[in-house]
């Protein structure tokens, strides 16, 4: 094995092989696909992305919120512009201009390819006076409190900045053209997977992510443990191979069943964002939330729904009671999800156009406590309680995401947790 990869398979190995060795080769197979997945995953993302914006080291902004058009990532938020761009600093290092933002949060969250967050610059880390930053690889040289260094050649710049509203808008775009990048100018890069790519071609497509990628010395372990396996398998068994993929796949796209929840929802572990050697996870995230702040900046929790999977069916109408105040210093917003085929969560086209509520959405109403009610399904609940409505699809399941931004530390370690969505009473 080198360490630029995963090993091809030896085709001088034997050709019958004991039953045992095929079902250690599909746990090899399966635990390579877990442990690559995030590069595929950003390698996709990649491809779209800068099929609409261009080339590497280009900065782009989004200067609409998402709405339920968008299909480029799942669970997308509606509180903030994205401005992207992807990294390749195989040629040198680039800069990344931050503007003043006065007291409009943002956040610059630069990933490398394993979907790591290197660092977050933004309203938490580096306050909103702006600065100039300079973004290095892995093995260039650089130093001093302006240096951020990313874990390899490659990397995604995913800025949020925050909108209060259609009227702040203008505002907000303002605030976007003051980001700029520069850095050596580069051609879309040519290395994709598809995660439902056929064995052979999935494992090449890996082979050249992880070689302009190499991962880290501490993955060590389980390459070596994948490489020891895969280097024994014969031609023959290609099927064992492809089974150990397809298992470990389907375990992944039914992950949903294995969420844990508490008082009615699921809450991300403490190494959201940065998995170090929490593989499945990393590979579950990429799955459904690729992106991901880590939990210091936002935290994203689940209702559980009706369903085994998390989900609620739809068909029933369900209401949230807040507090006055959630524990935390940044702002706050509830989002509906429709289910798409593959199960992965995108916005919902609804009469209002509204896709999330928040604690910024115009024309909330409070009550006489400053609590909040928010009322949750099909059809509209109507009189005052429109203005707090929440529209589901018209048909199909849906889940519901919370995003609290920029917790305080009862919502990190527990001590506080959300109450569960109910079934409203009518």
């Not at 079902?23 to 992305?49: C, D, K, W």
């Not at 609409?52 to 669970?75: C, E, F, I, K, P």
């Amino acid at each position: 094995m080198t360490r630029r990869g995963l090993p091809q398979t030896s085709a001088s190995a034997s050709a019958s092989q004991p039953i045992g060795r095929e079902a250690a080769l599909a746990a090899a197979a399966g635990e390579a696909f877990v442990y690559a997945l995030p590069l595929i995953e950003m390698a996709a993302v990649r491809r779209n992305t800068l099929g609409r914006t261009g080339t590497q080291n280009t900065l782009s902004h989004q200067r609409d919120l998402v709405d339920h058009r968008a299909r480029w990532v799942t669970t997308p938020n509606n509180d903030t512009l994205y401005s992207v761009a992807w990294l390749d600093l195989t040629q040198g290092a680039v800069r990344l201009t931050i503007p003043p933002t006065g007291d409009r949060y943002f956040s610059a969250a630069l990933m490398d390819m394993f979907t790591n967050n290197n660092a977050v610059l933004g309203t938490r880390t580096i306050g909103n006076a702006g600065g100039t930053f300079k973004i290095i690889g892995p093995h260039q040289t650089g130093s001093g409190p302006d240096v951020v260094r990313v874990a390899t050649p490659h990397a995604w710049l995913l800025i949020r900045t925050l909108v209060d509203g259609t009227a702040d808008l203008a505002a907000a775009r303002q605030i976007q053209d003051g980001f700029r990048l520069d850095g050596p100018s580069d051609s879309p890069p040519d290395d994709h997977a598809e995660r439902n790519a056929a064995v052979p071609a999935l494992f090449a497509s890996i082979q050249r992510l992880m070689a302009s990628n190499p991962p880290p010395a501490t993955d060590a372990a389980i390459l070596r443990r994948i490489a020891a396996a895969l280097e024994q398998a014969a031609p023959t068994a290609a099927e064992a191979i492809a089974e150990g993929v397809a298992a470990a796949r389907s375990a992944l796209m039914a992950g949903g069943r294995r969420l844990e929840f508490i008082d009615g929802w699921s809450y991300p572990r403490a190494n959201l964002g940065n998995f170090d050697q929490d593989y499945r996870y990393r590979a579950a995230v990429a799955l459904w939330g690729i992106g991901a702040l880590p939990v210091a900046e936002a935290m994203y929790m689940r209702a559980a729904g009706n369903l085994e999977n998390g989900f609620f069916d739809g068909t029933a109408d369900y209401q949230l009671h807040l507090p006055a105040r959630l524990p935390l210093n940044g702002f706050w917003s509830l989002t509906m999800y429709e289910v798409a085929d593959d199960n992965q969560l995108f916005l919902t086209e609804n009469p209002l156009r509204r896709y999330a509520i928040g604690d910024r959405t115009d024309g909330l109403r409070r009550n006489a406590d400053g609590s909040i009610t928010i009322w949750i399904g099909r059809s509209d609940p109507g009189g005052d309680r429109t203005a707090n409505w929440l529209p589901a699809p018209k048909r199909g399941p849906f889940s519901l995401i919370m995003r609290c931004y920029l917790p305080r530390q009862e919502m990190l370690s527990g001590r506080w947790r959300l109450p569960p969505v109910r079934e409203a009473a009518g």
